[in-house]
């Protein structure tokens, strides 16, 4: 079993920063790929960043220049860092990790992150 718990979302103004986090525990094989996605109400879930076992990012075009993915592989965490953010980047903001040992995805709960004035 794996967990993925996510934390830091909240709201903030236009322009504002926020920093997610996502810790993984459990029984983990190798982790090919450990990301975020997001979804905001009427929408189909959506890839936000994510990161590749050679290390590359890739993003939505949406936020590149704004968002940073970042993973310390020893604590097993994946980070979010958002700058800039706009009222359209509301939605709930999940974790996922893909484990290519064992062939399984797996997601957080989620962390809503409301950007408003």
């Known amino acids: 079993q794996v967990q993925l718990v996510e934390s830091g979302g909240g709201l903030v103004q236009p322009g504002g920063s926020l920093r997610l986090s996502c810790v993984a525990s459990?029984?983990?094989?190798?982790?090919?790929?450990m990301g975020w996605y997001r979804q905001a109400p009427g929408s189909q879930r959506e890839l936000v960043a994510r990161?590749?076992?050679?290390?590359?990012?890739n993003y939505a075009d949406s936020v590149k220049g704004r968002f940073t993915i970042s993973r310390d592989n020893a604590k097993n965490t994946v980070y979010l860092s958002m700058k800039n953010l706009e009222p359209e980047d509301t939605a709930v903001y999940y974790c996922?990790?893909?484990?290519?040992?064992?062939?399984?995805?797996?997601w957080g709960q989620g962390t809503q992150v409301t950007v408003s004035s």
């Open positions: 990161l590749i076992s050679d290390g590359n990012p």
């Open positions: 459990g029984r983990i094989f190798s982790i090919y790929r």
């Open positions: 996922n990790l893909y484990d290519d040992v064992v062939v399984t995805e797996y």
